[in-house]
């Protein structure tokens, strides 16, 4: 069973920075891209970082380029979601998943940019 355990979130002020990260089993992870994802209350999922399985080849969305940096440790089976200069409009539930999509979610870990 694909199982996604998304971890870090938390309230941080404007401009700090925070570390999200997910665990998966349930597959080969290493075989795999992985994506991040967040969704904000009354908003779509919206696709915000890509890895590719050997870590190399990452895209962003343009709300979060030069900020956020996505990685991975295929022995962990980790992938990782570094934010920083984080600004309110960031403020959301994060999510991971592989590509291509599982129908299986985790619960996300919620970011809140406050100050």
């Known amino acids: 069973q694909v199982k996604f355990v998304e971890s870090g979130g938390g309230l941080v002020q404007p401009g700090e920075s925070l570390r999200l990260s997910c665990v998966v089993s349930?597959?080969?992870?290493?075989?795999?891209?992985m994506n991040w994802y967040r969704q904000a209350p009354g908003k779509e999922r919206e696709l915000v970082a890509r890895?590719?399985?050997?870590?190399?080849?990452?895209t962003y969305a343009e709300s979060v380029q030069g900020r956020f940096s996505i990685s991975r440790d295929n022995g962990k089976s980790t992938v990782y979601l570094q934010m920083n200069s984080l600004k309110p409009e960031d403020a959301a539930v994060y999510y991971c998943?592989?590509?291509?999509?599982?129908?299986?979610w985790g619960q996300g870990t919620q970011v809140s940019v406050s100050s």
């Open positions: 998943n592989r590509q291509p999509t599982s129908a299986s």
């Open positions: 349930g597959y080969i992870f290493a075989a795999f891209g």
């Open positions: 890895i590719d399985s050997t870590g190399y080849r990452r």
